[in-house]
């Protein structure tokens, strides 16, 4: 009779658990951070190990604020059912954010274990689960734990830095001076080096200078008309290209031909 109790106690124990577990991944469903709060603990402790924080609840209204999808096409899945052993339960989902039209997917799990009906521990854990490139696909290995808390960002903070630099080429064209380097970006944009660098590099699959030149290569393609009036090397310096071997190789990978043959077929619409 003894075990039968323990095990109905169990039973119940863990039933309580999931259903306070999908209302907490509900909330973020809903982007809801006030109803996130609501289900957390007085004395709660949130460990994100992507980023080697460890926050009790005075500091979790900015950390959901933070983290928790907002744009339209960002989305927040759960992509295996709620495993739940007592008063702790396991979920695993997927993050999805567009990072200068490039779309990364992070993978994330949470053990979260309940107490008096409320979340009192959750144990993050995140990694890019699908890059946006073949090349950055092969680089995953190297998304580490150490790296990624050495940046101090979130999947959606990484959304955010894309949108801001994205902002800033776009109103200040800084692309157009030959001598831009990641430094000056980072410094404009608020952000570190190195967190300028693992964006281009480990999320988006690009280097600093293929995003800069590609840049260039818009606003180039924008300048070009039929009927041209300056020469195509000099249309490449305005551009910011500070050497015509990296403008032509820049040309044929965008375009699969050198800029004369596309000119021509431009003059022939």
Known sequence: ???????????????STREVVLRYHDCWERRDVEAVLALCHP?????NYFQNLCMRLGGLR??????????????????????????????????????????AVFHSSEAITVRDGLVIQINEYATLSRAPTPGAARREGVLTRPLASRLGLSPRQLSQLAADLEEYFAKAQP?????????QVAA??????????????????LTFYQYVNQKRLDYFLAQLRPAQELSIDK??????????????????????????????????K
Do not use: W
Request: charged letters at 25%; glycine letters at 4%; a negative charge.
């Open 188 to 205: 404009a944009t608020g952000y570190t080096r190195n967190q300028t660098s693992y964006l281009f590099n480990q999320v988006m699959g």
């Open 235 to 268: 249309l490449a310096f305005a551009a910011g290209f500070n050497s015509l071997s990296a403008f032509y190789r820049c040309f044929r990978q965008q375009t699969g031909m050198p800029p004369r043959e596309y000119l021509q077929q431009l003059m022939k």
């Open 1 to 15: 009779m003894r075990e039968k109790r323990l095990n109905q106690t169990d039973s119940h124990l863990t039933e």
């Open 43 to 47: 004395d709660i402790e949130y460990n």
């Open 175 to 183: 692309y157009l001076d030959p001598e831009l380097d990641l430094t």
């Open 62 to 103: 900015d950390y959901v604020t933070r983290t928790m999808p907002v744009r339209p096409n960002e989305f927040l899945d759960q992509i295996d059912r709620v495993r739940v052993d007592g008063d702790t339960a396991f979920i695993q989902y997927s993050i999805a954010i567009m990072l200068s039209g490039r779309l």
